[in-house]
């Protein structure tokens, strides 16, 4: 049984849109920010377009490994991004489905980052996987922020 659960949160980054949406955009940067505090992220690859590739290996502070694959759905420069993925566990069995609608709204030499996600878990461990799908979220973006924005320094 899945059960589903949505995520939305808007935040001001620092940070021109165009800064912003590459950082959702290229491998060398996603690599970087792309997961909660204290995961370290390998193997990332990103094909901003349409059907291209959204992939990378997480390592939780525990030592445990997950993997994400899943293709953009739709990419438009610098104003939204749709990313479809699936989170494996080490087993490479899935335990989480998501839909992740990113809208990016220039505000000055700030960005407006509008994020919805919707999210399915399976399996023993799903509600606790929904349960710290908000914190993950914030972790992450928070993450996001130290990069992009200027002064800061990386979490």
């Not at 912003?20 to 690599?31: D, N």
């Not at 290996?57 to 490994?65: E, I, L, N």
């Not at 335990?95 to 220039?106: C, H, P, R």
Request: charged share 25%; with cysteine.
């Amino acid at each position: 049984m899945k059960n589903p659960d949505t995520i939305v949160m808007t935040r001001i980054i620092d940070a021109p849109r165009s800064r912003v949406f590459e950082a959702w955009t290229r491998a060398e940067h996603l690599g970087k920010w792309y997961a909660p505090k204290g995961f370290t992220i390998s193997d990332c690859a990103a094909d901003p377009r349409p059907g291209g590739v959204f992939r990378m290996r997480w390592r939780a502070p525990w030592g445990g490994t997950f993997g994400i694959r899943g293709e953009y759905r739709e990419v438009l420069p610098p104003v939204r991004l749709v990313i479809a993925c699936t989170l494996e566990d080490e087993s490479r069995a899935t335990t989480l489905d998501e839909i992740i609608n990113v809208d990016f709204e220039a505000s000055g030499s700030r960005t407006k980052l509008l994020i919805n996600s919707t999210a399915h878990a399976s399996g023993a461990n799903a509600p606790s996987m929904l349960a710290g799908l908000q914190k993950g979220w914030d972790q992450t973006v928070d993450r996001l922020g130290f990069l992009v924005e200027p002064l800061k320094k990386e979490m």
